[in-house]
């Protein structure tokens, strides 16, 4: 099994269809676009299942349902979703500040 996270195919078509209308169809104007609140909004819901999933396989580990693989796969990508919702809050943080140092 190829790991979604490490394969360049992947992030590639990932990168292409960063651009194009997600199956969500969030759409909060109703004018067709898409404004940054709603990619933020929509990224940390996919944060959040992904570590909602991690704790289901995690769980059925300790039942004996899932494999030790299965289990350390996913708790990886829930460690690189944290490390990623960790950096963008930080940025978010950093951007924040500066905005507030700025003269009025």
């Known amino acids: 099994m190829v790991d979604k996270i490490i394969d360049p195919n992947v992030a590639a078509k990932a990168y ?3 651009g194009r209308v997600n199956q969500a169809g969030i759409d909060s104007d109703g ?15 996919e944060s959040i299942g992904v570590m ?5 396989v995690s769980a059925q580990a300790v039942t004996g349902e899932a494999d030790i693989t299965d289990v350390v796969q996913a708790v990886n990508s829930a460690e690189l979703t944290l490390q990623t919702v960790v950096a963008v809050r ?3 943080v950093s951007a924040y500040q500066e905005i507030m140092r700025m003269p009025i």
């Open 90 to 92: 930080d940025r978010m």
């Open 31 to 45: 004018d067709g676009k898409f404004s940054f609140a709603d990619m933020v909004r929509e990224k940390a819901r």
């Open 16 to 18: 292409i269809n960063s």
């Open 52 to 56: 909602r999933e991690s704790e289901k």
